[in-house]
């Protein structure tokens, strides 16, 4: 089983479609929540960990996309891909 997530305007070709298993999905979801906690709601992470189609609007998903980056540059990000191997 797989999850995906899926750009709503497809005209952008880079970075409209992402899959990740399922043994992978939940803590790689449970990381971006915890890393997220004023972007995300609790309904946001549930919904999305049980993969019910919930969409998250523009502005927060440009928000959880800085976060990220911020996360990636500082190191974190590696640590804990460093850790999961």
Known sequence: MAFYL???KL???SGIFFKNHLRQWRP???YVYNNC????TQRDY???RRHDFHII???RTRKIESRL???AEA???LQRADADD
């Not at 906690?37 to 995300?40: D, G, T």
């Open 46 to 48: 549930v919904e999305v």
């Open 75 to 77: 190191g974190p990000v």
């Open 28 to 30: 790689l979801w449970d």
């Open 37 to 40: 906690p004023e972007i995300l």
């Open 57 to 59: 609007d523009g502005i």
């Open 11 to 13: 005209e952008n070709v």
């Open 6 to 8: 899926i750009g709503l």
């Open 69 to 71: 980056f911020e996360l």
